[in-house]
């Protein structure tokens, strides 16, 4: 592989430090370059003052995008995995808060309209421990990881991996986004769960509630960026990649990958599923359309425009991607997936470390000049 | 109801769409072999077959239009496997993971220019009478169109294993299956051996999109119905071999069918899936390993 030194490649963003800088358009630019995150992170922080309502909740779902892209960064990026099955976890995130949520909204033994239309007189037994706000947070955060860390465990642990796991973890999402389809009475069908009120008491129309929720996703994605930059820079992160440049090389040096890939791998379905809790939150739906074979794989074209061994950049690639979407998809729905399509086939083949790439060749450049 | 009497019609029912998932995965398999990647544009190639087989029909009506439309089928993409292999697949070598991608975005803008071209809803290709109708067996009736799909798959599959153990190019695809070093360094153009098992894979895959189209409606996605099950396929059958891909897709075609007895379809699909999981737990290498003592595989 050809990649360059990851060490250097996780800590893009911030310039790598160690060489000294001489030419003087190099040293122009380094504070500029350190100043970048934090101003970023002001106008995050302030957004709810700088934007509409209705801007500031696609920014909001859009951040809980970027905590799931994250994770993707881990896992493609640095373990080498490629999954093609994440809006399965994403998914599982967002119907396990869409449940408590739906439950919340009820009458005392009233059962969801849904379920009435589809002929059903009871809840179904798993939906009722999800009344308990605590069973649904930990569920929101522990299903996710646990269907991960299973899945790919029996997957690696039989040394199956790369395209094989691809294609496998895509066969996940598409069997899960057809159980959701099929099983309307239980899951809401093609609609999903939709029109929540309240969450743990809290009305989710108050401007209050919606600033406070945009807050905490931000918090969130602030923390988890951090948390995976340190994790990156231990012993466990040298041993993610050391199991994506030569899996065998490390057999032989006496460590199992296995464990570390599945880690890894159920470390970025519990941030897939916190994405989705949040996103079910901000957007008000979760829906097999959002889970589904087609989501799964966009959600690598955000990691992979960002660049996929760089936080930063696959944040940022999220909240590209997801404005394009958002203003070509409105008036252009047929457009934006020929823009998908090419932005595939041009990001992989033209620049496949995608924006923090070619933002760490022109300050190399620079530097050399 | 008489439980052999839903049984038997099921089985065969399966043989058809192990068929279909044979036809779909013998390509992605037989390149999987040769290059280690996967062109999730494939199914495409399946949809782009089925239009190719309407406006064959549009042009040359009658009863035996359908014959014709299958080499016209076979070749039309054939050449577009040519066009994807020198402009994506060779630029990608030695990155797999990312070559999926890349063709990932190429199925999704195949899609949309279908979508634009013939419509969302899709195109009929109308049987000719010779295969409208059915064949009863005894108590069991089989529609012709399904037994046309099982005996063109056995014929291709004929062909293929001609093709690999009689022929100089299938020397060449053997060999550079086995090691493509050595195979180089003896003077075989590995590029064109690639090219050509590209070509036919998708050749072949052209062919199952006709067979589909009798079937039902060709509509722009209808690759994607039988381009995941192909994937498992190709999964479960081993590195390159056509008797495992084979025994892969009578597996999973049956196991589907099957499956669809006793359950509905969501739950056969997520079924099919944990077979497939669970035979890697027994056999990691797939139905049949090609021997080999690179570490690396």
């Known amino acids: 592989m050809s990649d360059p030194d990851p060490m250097i490649l996780s800590a893009a963003g911030a310039a790598p430090g160690a060489a000294p800088l001489t030419a003087p358009l190099a040293a122009r630019l380094a504070p500029v370059g350190k100043a970048l995150p934090w101003l970023a992170l002001g106008l995050a922080v302030a957004a709810p003052w700088l934007l509409s309502a209705y801007d500031l909740n696609l920014l909001a779902r859009f951040m809980a995008m970027a905590i799931l892209a994250l994770g993707i960064v881990l896992i493609w990026g640095h373990g080498g995995i490629l999954s093609l099955g994440h809006g399965v976890f994403f998914g599982l995130g967002g119907y396990a808060l869409a449940i408590h949520m739906k439950l919340a909204d009820l009458p005392q033994g009233e059962i969801p309209d849904f379920m009435q239309w589809s002929g059903r007189t009871a809840l179904p037994w798993w939906w009722e421990p999800f009344s308990s706000p605590m069973f649904t947070l930990l569920a929101v955060l522990v299903l996710p990881a646990l269907v991960a860390g299973l899945f790919c465990w029996a997957v690696f642990h039989r040394r199956v991996g790369g395209t094989y796991f691809a294609l496998i973890s895509q066969a996940l999402a598409l069997a899960f986004a057809t159980l959701l389809v099929s099983q309307q009475d239980v899951t809401g069908g093609f609609n999903g769960l939709t029109q929540f009120s309240s969450l743990f008491g809290f009305g989710l129309t108050r401007p209050s509630v919606v600033q406070g929720l945009y807050w905490v996703t931000l918090a969130i994605v602030v923390a988890a960026y951090l948390g995976l930059r340190l994790l990156l820079a231990s012993r466990f992160g040298m041993l993610l990649r050391a199991a994506r440049d030569g899996e065998n090389r490390l057999r032989f040096l006496g460590y199992s990958p296995t464990p570390v890939k599945v880690a890894a791998f159920a470390l970025s379905a519990l941030l897939a599923g916190m994405a989705g809790a949040l996103f079910t939150l901000h957007a008000g739906v979760i829906s097999p359309a959002l889970v589904g074979v087609i989501p799964s794989i966009e959600m690598i074209v955000w990691v992979a425009i960002g660049g996929r061994y760089s936080f930063a950049g696959a944040i940022l690639g999220t909240l590209l991607i997801n404005i394009a979407r958002d203003s070509i998809s409105s008036a252009f729905p047929e457009l934006w997936l020929y823009v998908m399509g090419a932005l595939f086939i041009l990001v992989v083949t033209l620049m496949p470390d995608g924006l923090a790439g070619a933002a760490r060749n022109l300050i190399e450049r620079a530097r050399a000049r | ?297």
């Not at chain 2, 109801?1 to 029912?13: G, H, I, K, T």
């Not at chain 2, 046309?148 to 153990?165: R, S």
């Not at chain 2, 006709?210 to 498992?232: K, M, R, S």
Request: glycine content about 10%; proline content about 3%; some cysteine.
């Open chain 2, 1 to 297: 109801m008489d439980s052999v009497a839903l049984f038997l019609p099921q089985l065969f029912n399966g043989l058809s769409v192990a068929s279909l998932y044979l036809l779909a995965a013998v390509g992605l398999a037989l390149s999987f072999g040769l290059m280690r990647v996967i062109n999730m544009a494939h199914g495409e190639m399946l949809m782009l077959g089925g239009y190719l087989a309407w406006l064959t029909l549009m042009v040359v009506p009658g009863a035996f239009g359908i014959l014709l439309a299958l080499p016209v089928a076979f070749l039309g993409t054939a050449a577009i496997g040519a066009l994807v292999h020198m402009g994506l697949i060779r630029r990608l070598a030695d990155r797999p993971l990312d070559t999926l991608l890349a063709t990932w975005g190429l199925s999704l803008i195949l899609q949309q220019a279908a979508r634009d071209l013939f419509g969302a809803i899709g195109v009929e290709v109308r049987a000719p009478d010779w295969l409208a109708g059915s064949i009863s067996l005894g108590d069991v009736v089989i529609p012709s169109a399904r037994l046309m799909i099982i005996v063109m798959t056995l014929l291709v599959l004929g062909g293929i294993a001609l093709m690999l153990n009689r022929s100089r190019i299938g020397l060449d695809i053997r060999a550079v299956n086995q090691d493509r070093m050595m195979a180089s360094a003896t003077g075989i153009n590995v590029r064109k051996v690639e090219l050509t098992v590209f070509c036919a894979g998708a050749g072949v895959a052209g062919l199952a999109g006709v067979l589909l189209a009798l079937l039902g409606p060709v509509t722009p996605n209808a690759g994607q119905v039988y381009i995941v099950p192909a994937f498992l396929v190709v999964v479960m059958g081993g590195l390159g071999s056509l008797t495992g891909t084979s025994m892969a897709a009578l597996i999973l075609g049956l196991f589907s069918a099957l499956a669809q007895i006793f359950f509905d379809v969501s739950i056969a699909q997520m079924l099919m899936l944990v077979l497939v999981i669970l035979f890697l737990q027994i056999r990691p290498q797939g139905v049949v390993a090609v021997r080999s003592r690179a570490l690396d595989v």
